[in-house]
């Protein structure tokens, strides 16, 4: 088995950093040095590997995303057919989704994703990943699954914003409001039986 060069535990620990400092800043007014320091690591170093804060945010960014898919997948692999949309709701408002830092990273990952065009990108891959994954639970259950997968990632996109602003606690009363929503889209929408 190769052996891990440092190339990659030096990438992971300045991402993990990034995401620890802006969490702390609330914010990405934070320096490629604070995160350097936070790393261990000098700033020189912090930019050879990446050239500059907003590529180091991007990588956590894709970080986040990455930890998003696995909580998306582990609710998946337990729910039945019938579930899914309802799974992919509950991992968008998991516990998890709410530690400060992820928090201030989604905040930050939205204000940037509107003048920097890989920001935009990830988070348009973000949402099409999204609607897709919804759209494809809900085909077997309502008429115009692509319509109300597009309802969908909108509330949770809402919601998720309004729950972190206030108090994470209320990730739990979002959860139900969205699977609200999706149990009035599945009754008023049913697919007819043929």
Known sequence: MPKLGMEPIRRDALVNATIAEIGAAGSLDVTVSRI??????????????????????????????TDFGAEVRAELATAVPDQRAAAIIRASFAQSCFAPEKISAWMTFYVMAQNNPQALRLWRIYQRRMRSNLSHALRPLVADAAADAAVL????????????????????????????VLDMLLHAKARPVQ
């Open 36 to 65: 350097a320091k936070r790393a261990g690591m000098s700033s020189a170093l912090a930019h050879h590997y990446f050239g500059g804060k907003e590529q180091i945010f991007l990588a956590a960014m894709r970080r986040i995303l």
């Open 153 to 180: 990632a909108a509330l949770i996109d809402g919601l998720y914003l309004r729950s972190a602003l206030h108090d994470p606690e209320t990730s739990q009363i979002a959860t139900r409001q969205a699977l609200a």
